[in-house]
Nanobody, 123 residues
Framework: QVELVESGGGLVQAGGSLRLSCSASRRTLRSYGLGWLRHAPGKEREFVSA????????YYADSVKGRFTISRDNAKNTVFLQINSLQHEDTAVYYCAASVRLVTVTERQYGFWGQGTQVTVSS
């Protein structure tokens, strides 16, 4: 069982930045592909970004390319999501997730999820 805990969400003005973090306390994340997904009000949950076990490969949804950066520190058992140039459309609950696959952009292939952290972008 992998327990993931996200942090770093909050209320930010459009154009601002946030850095989300996700850590696991009981198991190493080194063996998991990691990702961030988000759930906006009135919409289905969607893939945002993914990173492979060794951080050699990263993937992004088209809507966040050039603004979001995913990274991981396996020594600290943590994955990050740097969010720049925030837009109102980025308002959502952001979830960290882990997959036994090397890396995946497919939601159903993530078997472990955090509780989510709220990001709200104000005009």
């Amino acid at each position: 069982q992998v327990e993931l805990v996200e942090s770093g969400g909050g209320l930010v003005q459009a154009g601002g930045s946030l850095r989300l973090s996700c850590s696991a306390s009981r198991r190493t994340l080194r063996s998991y592909g990691l990702g961030w997904l988000r759930h906006a009000p009135g919409k289905e949950r969607e893939f945002v970004s993914a990173i492979s076990r060794s951080a050699g490969s990263t993937y992004y949804a088209d809507s966040v390319k050039g603004r979001f950066t995913i990274s991981r520190d396996n020594a600290k058992n943590t994955v990050f999501l740097q969010i720049n140039s925030l837009q109102h459309e980025d308002t959502a609950v952001y979830y960290c997730a882990a997959s036994v696959r090397l890396v995946t952009v497919t939601e159903r292939q993530y078997g472990f999820w955090g509780q989510g952290t709220q990001v709200t972008v104000s005009s």
